[in-house]
């Protein structure tokens, strides 16, 4: 099976109107009719003109088409279709992900789709679209593309990031706050209300449920609100906020999939923390890493705190490599027991290089591991796999640390764990319906294709065989 995604232009117009007439063709009638349904070749290739699209191709036949269109800091994908034969085969996450790469430097990709269709809704909104705004029978979905890293290792820095994006709050403005019990939610907001100079101790409130904190120096109040127990938007709309949003700094703390329907634009906070360990005597042991992800135009122009730093690695479908822990496997029962370590990943030297495997559905270069089953072990599991997908035994296997990663749109936080090995011999390669190819890379060259946050687990593996 032979997979090819490409980007085309004006020239390609006809061959894009076959993939999308075949895929709106066979949707349910809608009142008024989808637009897509009265397109020619010669609007399409105006269309085309704009920001080009792509077109997706499977054993030679074209299946898969969008177009691109830049609006200021958005790309919006338009005429988005999967041919019906080829429907189920993953064509649709293909395009996204190959949307994604090409709006790089973008602040978000935006689609708009159907009251009628509440599948092709729920659809997007599993790609990490989120409603923004409704003008019936449309409805505006939106993901953001861009994410930044700032280190917090004792509650001080904590409360010295909140103020210091406090500096460039607004009345109107929404903060959604998300982490586990003791991440540092309400440390954070604390800082926010030093920066906005309100009154009052910023405390959780989580027995009252919102707690509003007016300006000392006639700036915008300060809306602090615990959405714990909350059930969803609706029980958030009966504490009536409403009137109290234009005028005021809402933040909501465990506000993620509860108060994105409050404003608009948003600035999403997750803080994420290392180990299961409460104590907060030593700090150094536990960092706090904070992210922020700016959603909507409010914060298109975020002027970012200079604390920011840049992830570890990074891929253009969103997937960040946030940290990496050298620890002995024993302390893998210390992590954050809400994290889970799904991954488990094998470096394996020969000959100074690293075996690295092509994976045919990703299209990339990437080290062998796998999922670990449900009651198996990081260990098995990462011996397993590299036998699967490289073919060859490993040799004797070592430990060598935890990686910390955010996974794409879901911006979900995962630990893989890390061993590695080294090989006498490397056998001939057979390849499989999964793993086309298998590369000796050298950490100190380039491999085209090869997955950036990969190559930087490989390289720290390697450094550590050095030390």
């Known amino acids: ?33 989808a637009e897509a349904l009265v397109e020619t070749v010669e609007s399409m290739a105006e269309l085309l003109g704009h920001g080009g699209g792509l077109l997706v191709s499977l054993d030679g036949a074209d299946v898969g088409a969008l177009v691109l269109d830049p609006v200021e ?35 978000d990709l935006t689609v708009v789709a159907r009251e009628e269709l509440p599948k092709t809704r729920r659809f997007w909104e599993r790609q990490g679209f989120r409603e923004i705004r409704r003008s019936s029978p449309n409805v505006e979905l939106r993901r953001p593309l861009r994410t930044f890293l700032f280190d917090a290792p004792d509650a001080d820095t904590m409360r010295r990031l909140g103020e ?4 460039q709050l607004s009345p109107g403005d ?11 939610k309400t440390t954070f907001t604390q800082g926010i209300g030093a920066g906005l100079q309100v009154r009052g101790d910023v405390t959780s409130p989580t027995f009252v449920i919102a707690r509003e904190h007016p300006s000392l120096i006639e700036g915008p109040s300060l809306v602090h609100v615990d959405a714990y127990r ?22 909501v703390e465990w506000g993620e999939g509860v108060a994105e329907g409050l404003a608009e634009s948003r600035l999403e906070v997750r803080i994420i923390r290392a180990l299961a360990d409460e104590e907060e005597d030593d700090p150094d042991h536990d960092p706090r890493r904070v992210l922020m992800t700016p959603i909507g135009p409010r914060w298109y122009e975020m002027e970012v705190p200079s604390t920011r730093r840049e992830p570890l690695a990074e891929k253009l479908n969103e997937n960040l490599l946030l940290d990496f822990w050298r620890c002995d496997e024993a302390e893998l029962d210390e992590l954050d027991p809400y994290i889970p370590m799904p991954m488990a990943l094998m470096v394996a030297e020969h000959d100074g290089g690293v075996v690295m495997v092509h994976n045919v559905w990703r299209r990339e270069w990437e080290l062998p591991g796998g999922e670990i089953p449900e009651g198996g072990s990081a260990r098995e599991t990462a011996i397993r796999e590299f036998h ?12 060598v640390g935890v990686g910390t990663v955010q996974l794409g749109h879901e911006r979900r936080i995962e630990y893989v764990a890390i061993f590695r090995t080294t090989l006498e011999s490397l056998p001939d390669f057979v390849p499989n319906d999964e793993f086309d190819a298998r590369a000796l890379w050298d950490p100190s060259s380039d491999l085209a294709s090869l997955s950036p946050i990969d190559a930087h687990l490989a390289r720290l593996a390697v450094e550590d065989t050095s030390d």
Do not use: N
């Open 164 to 167: 210091s994006l406090a500096e």
């Open 73 to 107: 800091s958005t790309m919006y994908l338009r005429r988005f279709g999967v041919s019906p034969a080829a429907q189920g085969l993953g064509i649709a996450r293909v395009l996204i992900d190959a949307a994604v790469d090409a709006a790089h430097g973008f602040d």
């Open 388 to 399: 699967d997908e490289a073919g060859v035994e490993a040799g004797e296997v070592d430990f």
């Open 230 to 251: 909350l059930g969803g938007i609706d029980e958030l709309d009966d504490l009536d906020l409403d009137a109290a949003l234009d005028e005021s700094v809402t933040v």
């Open 1 to 33: 099976m032979s997979l090819e995604v490409r980007r085309v232009g004006p020239e390609s117009a006809h061959r894009m109107l076959a993939v999308v007439r075949a895929a709106f063709e066979v949707r349910p009638p809608l009142d008024p009719p």
């Open 174 to 184: 929404l903060i959604v706050l998300s982490g586990e019990l003791g991440a540092g």
